[in-house]
């Protein structure tokens, strides 16, 4: 369905290259941001760990399977936002990568990249459990361990940042690729003399991320129940979850996290409704079938007497997606007399609409929503698929055109936008866009092509060869740092 096959991207090739953005010389940042004078940045300058995660996460992009769920999406966004605004995080360009594997595991990588895997919420049971390893992983960015791992260990700086990101790829794949499974064994070595610092930074992030969560207003012993959680599963399964590989959780690990939550007060939150609906949506995505799917909302239902609401909305979505309409239908009726400013709830409604052929009744819905809340994510990424089906292709790219404004790093936006515009027969937008999923998804050849087509097409007017001729220095300049080792 992409334009390129994802997983054919020579990783080798570009974890070589990427040592080259680690290896930019200090003061050849284009920003000029002002030193901060902690020790870390004059080994890696905050510009250029920004430059080289976002390099590193469009290689990411390029190897592994994404979810492309636009509510997922925006509540872990909005979700470690809010979660940042309490931390020490002063570098609040964050950008977000949702993995599809049912997988365990979440990340960060240098310049304020946070991964999460499907699998976060599969086994992560409260918001307050999920919100404890975001915290952990935003306390790996406040306190800059990538930078201080390669002031650590100068000398070995560049096998020591491979091995680092290429575990991560390794563990986001699911290993599965012979290709990045050897180039990561020839970084054990790395990996292993990394290790002692590496628990050091561990211990750091799980303090201050315990902070962190309990200034967020969730009950810190949430964390400790956390990694008790991830301590039975590595006992009772044959191949330990992905987390468990770089967060091994020992017995003591453990104990000080529990002792520290301890000495806090516990009356913060422990969960949300709308948490468990998201867990509702990921475990629906991994169930074999919308029928089954079914089948076990409904028990859960029948099963509780209280909060039921989340396995409600599970049943109508599975409802709705093995062609039980009218059953949804019921299901919805009730969740929306309890829950009217929910949008997950107006959107499955949207959904269930749509999947009627109830087009008219579902764009009013939607725009009755965009008037409180013009800028929503889902909400405008809704309304561009609805008026997709209605022919409505001008009208539709109006609408992704303003989500390629507010999501411009969102190459499942850009995808879409070249989408529509081709629909909408605007062939120079289409290869700009598809210049713009490229550079995002580390293909910088095919992003150069695109550009070259939408140049012949701009033809003689000057306005649009100069902005296409800027993205062309932009391409050139990122090819530059991939280059300059
Ligand atoms: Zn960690």
């Known amino acids: ?35 901060l004078g902690d020790t870390s940045s004059s080994i890696m300058s905050r510009e250029q760990e920004y430059q080289l995660g976002r390099a590193w996460l469009a290689m990411l992009r390029g190897s592994v399977r994404t979810l492309e769920d636009p509510l997922l999406k925006d509540y872990v966004e909005s979700h470690v936002f809010t979660l940042a605004e309490t931390s020490q995080l002063d570098d609040r360009r964050l950008t977000f990568v949702t993995i599809d594997s049912p997988q365990l595991n979440a990340f960060a990588a240098p310049g304020g990249i946070i991964g999460v895997n499907g699998g976060l919420f599969l086994h992560a049971q409260t918001e307050a459990e999920f919100a404890s390893v975001m915290a952990h992983e935003l306390a790996h960015l406040s306190q800059r361990h990538f930078a201080r791992g390669l002031q650590h260990q100068q000398q070995n700086r560049i096998p020591l940042m ?21 180039l990561a064994s020839t970084q054990a070595a790395a990996i292993q003399e990394q290790r002692r610092f590496s628990r050091q930074n561990e211990q750091e992030a799980d303090r201050i991320g315990l902070l962190n969560l309990k200034q967020a207003g969730y009950d810190p012993h949430a964390m400790p129940e956390m990694f ?28 000080d996290s529990r002792n520290r939550a301890g000495q806090l007060s516990n009356d913060g939150r422990r969960d949300s409704l709308y948490y468990q609906m998201m867990r509702a949506r990921v475990q629906l995505f991994y169930e074999d079938s919308p029928g089954l799917a079914a089948q076990r909302f409904r028990a859960l239902l029948d099963q509780h007497e209280g909060e039921h609401a989340a396995a409600r909305y599970g049943l109508a979505l599975a409802l709705i997606r093995s062609g039980q309409q009218a059953a949804a239908g019921e299901q919805l009726a009730v969740l929306l007399a309890e829950h009217p400013d929910n949008i997950a709830v107006q959107l499955a409604q949207v959904e269930l609409d749509g999947s009627q052929n109830r087009l008219d009744p579902a764009l009013a819905r939607l725009d009755e929503l965009l008037r409180i809340q013009p800028d929503n994510y889902p909400l405008l990424e809704a309304k561009a698929n609805l008026l997709l089906r209605k022919q409505d292709y001008r009208g539709a790219e109006k609408i992704t055109d303003q989500l390629a404004r507010l999501r411009n790093e969102d190459p ?44 012949k097409r701009a033809g003689d007017n000057f306005v649009i060869s100069s902005r296409i001729k800027a993205r062309k220095d932009e391409v050139a300049r990122r090819r530059e740092i991939l280059r300059s080792f």
């Open 162 to 182: 491979t091995a680092m990101l290429a575990s991560i790829i390794l563990a986001a794949s699911g290993g599965g690729d012979a290709g990045i499974a050897a």
């Open 228 to 255: 008790e959680r991830l301590a039975r599963l590595s006992r009772f399964s044959r191949t330990p979850p992905e987390f468990l590989l770089t967060h091994p959780v020992s017995q003591s690990r453990i104990a």
């Open 412 to 455: 499942d936006i850009w995808y879409l936008v070249s989408e529509v515009r081709g629909l909408a027969g605007n062939i120079l937008g289409v290869h700009q866009a598809r210049a713009e999923y490229f550079m995002l998804a580390g293909d910088l050849d095919q992003a150069d092509q695109q550009l070259d087509q939408a140049l």
């Open 1 to 35: 369905m992409r334009f390129i096959n994802a997983a054919r991207t020579p990783i080798r090739a570009l974890l070589f290259s990427l040592i080259a953005a680690v290896a930019v010389p200090l003061g050849a940042n284009e920003f000029n941001l002002p030193s």
